[in-house]
T-cell receptor, first 109, second 114 residues
Framework: GQNIDQPTEMTATEGAIVQINCTYQ??????LFWYQQHAGEAPTFLSY??LDGLEEKGRFSSFLSRSKGYSYLLLKELQMKDSASYLC??????????WGAGTKLIIKP | DAMVIQNPRYQVTQFGKPVTLSCSQT?????MYWYQQKSSQAPKLLFH???????NEADTPDNFQSRRPNTSFCFLDIRSPGLGDAAMYLC?????????????FGPGTRLTVL
């Protein structure tokens, strides 16, 4: 079966750095998305990786290793507004999005 | 601004009473999706439209139907809501199917079943 694993919950301090990991086993791979979802709101697109390596976008960076079936989202200079769930989703060989359950990130002052 | 709009944001219905959720988009995207998301769970794809071509997921209950009268609008009909259908319903669009195009989400409709 297809599976996306990410931690259920993480806690970090305002101003710090946090890394949210995602591992996947899917039938084929056409890229990996990270979405941010605030409580009670819709997911919003953060990043897309299809090649190995690090993609940096302001305070957020996303890394992919296809050989390891692994990605992480790195958030720097954490702000209170970064408190949200972060969803990892993989596009499989049929271009279907396979979603993880999300990692709830709690930021403490 | 181009966007995906969902109405209503909050919907309360009674057990067994049909309900319709609506989604509209100004992005002129070909594909529209309906997802169901329960608390702390991954979004679950119910079905999608590629233009007028309807694609049902194998495990989507018959209780859920959809209509897409034109490019801009898509509706989710729940014929006989049960308590287990209480969830957030998310509409999303993408430019093309079978591609790496990003999916853009509406704000969601939170459905409560009494």
């Amino acid at each position: 079966g297809q599976n996306i694993d990410q931690p259920t919950e993480m806690t970090a301090t305002e101003g710090a750095i946090v890394q949210i990991n995602c591992t996947y086993q899917t039938s084929g791979f056409n890229g990996l998305f990270w979405y941010q979802q605030h409580a009670g709101e819709a997911p919003t697109f953060l990043s897309y990786n299809v090649l190995d390596g690090l993609e940096e976008k302001g305070r957020f960076s996303s890394f992919l290793s296809r050989s390891k079936g692994y990605s992480y989202l790195l958030l720097k200079e954490l702000q209170m507004k970064d408190s949200a769930s972060y969803l990892c989703a993989v596009l499989d060989s049929n271009y279907q999005l396979i979603w993880g359950a999300g990692t709830k990130l709690i930021i403490k002052p | 601004d181009a966007m995906v709009i969902q109405n209503p944001r909050y919907q309360v219905t009674q057990f067994g009473k049909p309900v319709t959720l609506s989604c509209s988009q100004t992005l002129n995207h070909n594909v529209m999706y309906w997802y169901q998301q329960k608390s702390s769970q991954a979004p679950k794809l119910l079905f999608h439209y590629y233009d007028k071509d309807f694609n049902n997921e194998a495990d989507t209950p018959d209780n859920f139907q959809s209509r897409r009268p034109n490019t801009s609008f898509c509706f989710l009909d729940i014929r006989s809501p049960g308590l287990g259908d209480a969830a957030m319903y998310l509409c999303a669009t993408s430019r093309e199917r079978g591609s790496t195009d990003t999916q853009y989400f509406g704000p969601g409709t939170r459905l409560t079943v009494l």
